[in-house]
């Protein structure tokens, strides 16, 4: 498409109910706890700092507490281990 105004109308709608369902879910997505969000930025200092060992024993302890972490190219992310 040329622009937004060359997007058919359908698609546009559907586009926009797949951010709302989107937005929906990750809003019912359970958080981790202060504790678990203090691991996860000493994690990152870890990581900031090329501290390893640090950062692996952090994982560790944050995957007890029952997350797991993903590391990706915008930063960590974590889900609730299943």
């Known amino acids: 498409p040329g622009g937004i105004g060359d997007i058919d109308g359908e698609v546009w709608q559907a586009v926009q109910r797949g951010r709302q369902d989107g937005a929906a879910r990750r809003a019912a997505m359970p958080q ?5 969000q203090a691991l996860l930025s000493a994690r990152e200092q870890a990581r900031a700092a090329r501290s390893w060992q640090e950062s692996d024993r952090l994982r560790d302890e944050i995957e007890r507490r029952g997350w797991r972490v993903q590391d990706t190219a915008s930063g960590q992310r974590v889900e609730p281990v299943k």
Do not use: H
């Open 32 to 36: 981790p706890d202060a504790e678990v």
